[in-house]
């Protein structure tokens, strides 16, 4: 079991920046692919950004790139997601997730869940 816990949400105006966390513990961190999606009311769950096991490689979804920055502290078992130029639209419940698979990239599924943090910007 991977235990998943976000911080950093809250209320910023639209231009405004925020970084959200996400510390793990439970299982090795680096064995795990880590990843953002959003929810926003009545929609769908989406994908946000996806970084993998080294913290190499960084995915993100067409709305963010430029704006959102995924990393990593292996160290510190936690993924970060900087969250700049933020727009109306990217008021959501933000949540990370992990697999010990790359999945999250195409399903759009994680083993693992945290509870999420609400991120609102206002316009």
């Known amino acids: 079991q991977v235990q998943l816990v976000e911080s950093g949400g809250g209320l910023v105006q639209a231009g405004g920046s925020l970084r959200l966390s996400c510390a793990a513990s439970g299982r090795t961190f680096n064995n795990y692919y880590m990843g953002w999606f959003r929810q926003a009311p009545g929609k769908d769950r989406e994908f946000v950004a996806h970084i993998d096991r080294d913290g190499i490689n960084t995915y993100y979804t067409n709305s963010v790139k430029g704006r959102f920055t995924i990393s990593r502290d292996n160290a510190k078992s936690t993924v970060y997601l900087q969250m700049n130029s933020l727009k109306f639209e990217d008021t959501a419940v933000y949540y990370c997730?992990?697999?010990?698979?790359?999945?999250?990239?195409?399903?759009?599924?994680?083993?693992?869940w945290g509870q999420g943090t609400q991120v609102t910007v206002s316009s």
């Open positions: 997730a992990a697999d010990p698979t790359p999945k999250m990239l195409v399903a759009r599924q994680g083993d693992y």
